[in-house]
């Protein structure tokens, strides 16, 4: 029996899920992307310094990385460097969104797949704070008018936590609702605005700060850093032994990959905070490296013409939409396929984590180690290689970046204090050239790629995280990751499959 | 009567937690700034009592990016929490609701059924493509697996209809967006010219979420739409060009300019007109309200404005960094007559010699500050449609 689940919900973007149910479980899945809107076509032809600007659009959750890497592979073609104090200002930027998604997806988006707000009407209310969550969710359910949370999965038998744990929880979803505006107010003020910071044209920074706005920027940086550590990173403790049999499904191909993001000094994308790398079958020996000319996109279920897929690489990529049928053996998404080598490959904080882990990284593997132990597997790594794993990362990938937001913070300060702080580098506009930008965004790897000829863009492509982890089947009918990771999925209702709802947030689509 | 009326406005955002300093913090400069004044005509008794039951929202999404969803929850005083909870009904919203696939079309099914609410739509309709977006099935089993959901052309036809107001959040529900910037791979325009109803426009990339708070608040409190430009834009929100209002100004009119990003120039504030700054042609109020909470905005951070909430942007502001030909200059047309003429007529007209003329006379700043604060008020005269 097939199911459908349209609109995913608590998700960015179009996202549409079909699953063969069989015996109590999934045995086969589609995952398509129902929006196309045609960036690669408007974008030829134009300005390549105003770009960037169009270039940052294609997703409003995540747009400070697509407008960082933008610049990257601008800058890559305008063959110029940033002066480091601008990167410091992009790190800090691009740590602000990190911060915010994470906090935004563990409980805006994906809380209410484990926290029955119901549930929490009926606990026992420890201290004030609480009772007075509790008595406006009260008033609230009391009004009749229930919103956006009528029809929730409320009462199901998967959810499992206590009523207190759930009142607890739902007051951390409405603190969250204000620390995830913090993060956003702190990339502000280095952006000028959130979504869609306006200071980082190709060649480095427009805005030159004060120590004072770095000041600032820095108590609201704490705010969020302490809601981390002090309250998201324990609640994934908290709730974690009630929803042990995340663990025990998910895995999928286990093949990971990861730009990087945090730029390092030297601009050695594998020094990054998080490097760059790639994984194969589940095995986390060191990472082996990985270029973005390793990309080839296939078109063979996807709604474009034959020659853009065929394993092209983006720098000769090739967009020509052709919405044929709806058919699920046939054609069914706008997302082309995105492999490495062939191969499909997960992106997001697992594979960072994962990867950065197989390195030894310090930071990491602190991290990582300390989770399992406090999990109850300590030094069993594989079991991240699993919806609870791909949970789990986000948390830990958030206080890693939390830690080093400080030193970029304490950087910046002595740079602005020295006097000798320099913004921008202004670049020449080559009349040939191409570029491209590998970067992360929160939820996956990312890369733009540019071709500039006669002074104006006359390619431009992209490999968002969502080609890869939600890509449909390729030439030979291998299944994308996602499709591959709900296999083996349990239903225990078809009517509300929640199980399944589970899996697809874990990749905060 | 003013004491009054204000009072009971007070008292509506205190009794949803809200003081006094938020609201008027949230308004950017002053009551003034969301046109509060027309109230002292407003039914003002009926839209508190009504309000008692909170508004219905329905918020539909289609060719987009989810920035203006992403902005709108960057609301504070009130913020997303008191916005869900204590003033609106969030009926269907699917970046935050607690179902997905069928119980979530359900819910949309009903509010269609009753009608009534206030549909906010981000992002644009493809209508040469109508399939570049679809969802939103309705129905279980099989058969809806096997048949790909509502185009966004079917949706806002169904839904869009019977609503009370429609409300197009951002540039793409307004215009089209970025989506329609030339070639318009997919046919993708606004909600207003792909299906024919009025809208209000709150165009901008992303909508301001103070926009879409003072907007919705000017319903509930008015029960009536607020007045709109010829851009089926509010004029208390677009009622003047960023340019008259940006506190950068000064420095346009001393003919002081940055030369390049990052400079000593910078650091002084300077005017970015020469760094291609699109504020003399573009109308909003981002430099009275800022954005997230006040801490900065575009040109604040030394980014030159890229015109954002002005129709087919992307194709007639670009390229970016290149300086707007045709500015009327202080000491040329002069400032007031520049300011209103400008805008929408400033890509046909043809001003000669634009050169810049340093300094400006007192009585034009002192102009230009009352200006300001009477900012709100509309100067063709008359509240509402
Ligand atoms: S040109 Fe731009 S920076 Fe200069 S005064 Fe006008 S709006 Fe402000
Ligand atoms: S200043 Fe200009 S570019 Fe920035 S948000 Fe306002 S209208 Fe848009």
Redesign the interface.
Known sequence: ??????????????L?V?VEVAGGKVTDAWSLC??????E??LQG??P??AW??AH?????C?TSHGNTSCMGLEDAFGVTAPWD?WLVRNLMESAQILHSHV?WFY?LNA?DYVD?TSALKAKATTPSLKAVQD?LKA?VA?G?L???????WGSPLMKLPPELNLELAAHY?QA??I??KA??F?????????????T?P??????P?IEDIA?AESLFREVKDFVEGTMYPDLLAIAPYYLDLAGYGRGWANFLAWGVLEDKSHDPYKRVLPRGALYDGQLTPAQKVDPRQVGEWVNHS?YTPPCGNGRNPADGLTV?D?TR?E?DHHYS?IKAARIDGKPMEVGPLARMLIAYSYGDPRAKKLVDGALKALGHPGQPQILLSNLGRIAARILEAVLVAQVTEEFFTELTDRVASGKA???T?PKIPQSAAGVGAWEAPRGALAHWNHIEDGKLSLYQFVPASNWNFAPRDEKGVRGPVEEVLIGTPVANP???LEV?RVLHTFDP | MADQVSSKIIAFFEERGISRRDFLKLCGASAAALGLSPLMHGPIAEALAAAARRPSLVWLDFQECLGCTESTVKAVNPGPAQLLLNILSADYWEAIMAPAGFPATADLQDQVKKGGYICVVEGAIPTRIPQAMTGGTVGTGEAAALRLGPTALETANQVCKRAAAVVCAGTCSSYGGVQAAAPNPTGAKGVQAAIGVKTVNLPGCPVNPVWIVTTVVHNLLFKRLPTLDAHGRPKFIYGQLNHNLCPRRAHFDAGEFVEQFGTAAEARHLCLYKMGCKGPATYSNCPLVLWNDRQSWCIGAGAPCIGCTEPDFWDRMMPFYSRLENVPVPGFLGVEVGADRIGSTLFAATVAGAAIHAGVTAVKRRRRSQEQEGQGKDREGGEGQ
């Open positions: 029996m097939k199911l459908v689940i349209d609109p995913v919900t608590r998700i960015e973007g179009h549409r079909v129902t929006l196309f809107r045609g960036f076509i408007f134009r300005d310094m105003s600007h169009m659009r294609v997703c409003g959750v747009p601008a935004l805006t209410f707000v406006k609230f009004s008018q919103g956006f949370l009528k029809r929730g999965y409405l609702l204000e995830q505006a956003a107010q990339l502000a003020v280095f952006g000028g605005k959130f979504p869609y910071h306006m200071t044209p060649g480095g920074v427009t805005v030159v004060t600032n709604w939409p919405f709806y699920l706008w320099e913004w921008y202004p009517e509300q499959p709802l």
